[in-house]
């Protein structure tokens, strides 16, 4: 079997052409969507990808504003500066830029984010709240795959998902998302013994683990879907996923490619959520 690639630009695309009717809709009642984005220190690849969000809100006709600390900032500020945001009524959205310098306490930042607009769905109640299957900002990365799957008109229910990565950003809560659609959930990762015996029972097999290779067609089961979450570079400086391309194609029904697969879907989804929370501000 030869897969069907699952185009990530694509789908992306009709989204992003959907929220742009929604922004315009919503200007028209008064309301621009906003995003604020806080970037500390000099992270090339950090600053990158907040060029990227904020390129994606302007496209969009979204209002977008970047937040930029030197490496030194302290705690304090930045808190006190997510209060700020917290109250500002232009801002749906606000979005710390992950990771942080390591004086600074990850979680105790991500708790000073309003849950209302907590747009990376990184906030304990937001978790929570996906968790008990009520309305929640959904993390972007998870979210767009499960977008990915509805535009190729996937089933879920009753299928065994099988999730290789247990991050707090994509494999814990992907795994979730997918048990809540009733499929059966299978989490593997470093520890996981015979890695291969409970990929092969995949017939929708997720992998983020940032690994190159990780995922080759000894792992996967005939006319399984491959969903590939890994941004990894080849020795040619190449972007690549966790999945041995060419190899499992031949094997899945559908496959994500990297570039164009799962990584355009997440700046989308974070649009979606901050126009889902300008929405819930105008009501
Ligand atoms: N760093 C890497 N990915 C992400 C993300 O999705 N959101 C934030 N805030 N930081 C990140």
New binding site residues.
Partial sequence: MTAKIIDGKEIAQSVRNELRLEVDQLKQDGITPGLAVILVGDNQA?KT?VANKQKACEEIGMYSVLIDYPETLSQEVLVAKIKELNEDEAIHGI?????LPAHIDETAIIEAISPEKDV?G?HPINIGRMMTGQDAFL???PYGVMVMLEHINCEIEGKHVVVVGRSN?VGKPAGQLFLNKNATVTYCHSRTKDLKAITNQADILVVAVGKRDMITSSHVKEGAIVIDVGMNRNEQGKLCGDVSFDEVKEKASYITPVPKGVGPM?ITM?LKNTVKSAKKAAL
Avoid: A, E
Wanted: aromatic content about 14%; overall charge negative; proline content about 13%.
């Fill in positions: 950090s990808y979005l710390v830029q992950l990771p990376d990184f993390p972007c990365t950003i997440t974070l």
